[in-house]
């Protein structure tokens, strides 16, 4: 197959082993991070080479870093802005001097994703990730302390709501400039070392308490990919991401991309979107969700799809317990469909 399949993995905090993850059936690549070094910090070598080390151990290559975070002074446009962009093509060099391809990141203000319960029971007794608009509306983290599953636990409410005004001060246009210098500083040295740089986009791509989102739509990927028009400037296309706001055309998305070469890495999952606009995770096959895997899969494979793939999020099933979204067992069984989707969709087109 031509695509690469791949596994997000913690690292040695993990409870999935990478014995395990070798396991899956074609499972070729991990992606991690070096996660105990906070944003605008350097990675000290010996963690990328230890993971390096590790990953050949069991079979598997580290090739994908999720994510170098992008520190908010950056996604700001204050403090020292030149030594953060700095550090972060220093993070870059180094992580291509160990073997990596493919680098994930985001540009979403202050919060990464956000979801209002991490383990809302369905009836078949699994848990998964939700947004439900009931559980949202009403909340204004400029008064009230907001504690949502998932937030980084790092700020304080007082530090939080310092950020939202300032990110309300500089609005999606502010946001839009700060992307443009950080691409214009980081691709060329990630185009020189032989890295892609993968944008995740923004997860659910819509505003969230007013904070300004852009990297949400198919007019606002056009914009993000022409600011540097090189393969070395991608994305990450999040089929769950993008794929929760009923206006966003996943399959004719993933079809102009894939065909442009502007994909680096895909994550794999299905949503269901609720009548209110509200989502669940749902198990990866089509017929579970609002998005036509299937369909998905065969736009990447017809337009020569060769980058990175990862089961995304999974339900807890069968009793385990662990990060959610990321245990072992659901997302075997996304890998699982994945390759045979991939499989079915790349001998059709042989045939
Ligand atoms: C959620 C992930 C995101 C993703 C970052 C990339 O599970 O898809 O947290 O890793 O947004 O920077």
Redesign the pocket.
Same mark, same amino acid.
């Given at each position: 197959m031509n695509m690469k399949l791949s596994f997000r993995w913690y690292g040695k905090d993990d409870p999935i082993s990478l014995e395990y993850i070798s396991q899956i059936p074609g499972m070729r690549s991990i992606v991690s991070a070096v996660y105990d070094v906070k944003p605008g910090e350097v990675w000290p070598e010996e963690s990328l080479e230890a993971m390096k080390r590790e990953c050949d151990e069991n079979n598997l290559v580290f090739d994908v870093v999720? @994510?170098i975070?992008v520190h908010e002074d950056i996604k700001l446009g204050r403090g020292d802005v030149d030594k953060l962009l700095e550090v972060y093509c220093e993070n870059i060099r180094r992580c291509a001097k160990y073997g990596v391809k493919c680098v994930?990141?985001?540009f979403?203000p202050v919060f *990464?994703?956000t979801r209002t319960q991490l383990d809302k029971k369905a009836p078949d007794g699994s848990t998964s990730l939700v947004m439900y608009w009931d559980q949202m509306r009403g909340l204004d983290p400029l008064k009230d302390d907001i504690h949502l599953p998932g937030w980084d636990s790092s700020y304080t409410q007082d530090e939080v709501r310092e950020l939202i005004t300032a990110y309300g001060e500089i609005g999606e246009e502010g946001l839009w400039a700060n992307l443009e210098k950080f691409l214009k500083k980081v691709i060329p040295v990630a185009e020189e070392c032989g890295v892609r740089m993968a944008i995740?986009p923004d *997860?659910p791509p819509y505003p969230i308490f007013g904070l300004p989102r852009i990297i949400t739509c198919e007019e606002n990927l056009d914009r993000f990919l022409s600011i540097v028009d090189s393969p070395a400037n991608s994305l990450?296309l999040?089929t769950g @991401?993008l794929g929760c706001a009923a206006s966003n055309d996943v399959v004719e998305m993933v079809r102009k991309y894939a065909k442009r070469d502007r994909i680096a890495f895909m994550?794999i999952r299905n949503i269901k979107i609720m009548e209110d606009g509200s989502f669940e995770e749902r198990a990866h096959l089509s017929s579970c969700g609002s998005l036509d895997v299937y369909e998905i899969v065969k736009a990447l494979c017809e337009n020569g799809f060769d980058g990175y793939v990862r089961p *995304?999020?999974g339900r807890m099933i069968w009793g385990e317990t662990g990060k959610p979204?990321?245990g072992l067992f659901d997302r075997a069984l996304g890998a699982t469909y994945i390759n045979g989707l991939f499989e079915a969709c790349e001998k059709s087109l042989t045939k």
């Open positions: 999720e @994510s975070p994930t990141y985001n979403m *990464d994703w995740h *997860d990450c999040c @991401s994550h *995304d999020h979204g990321y």
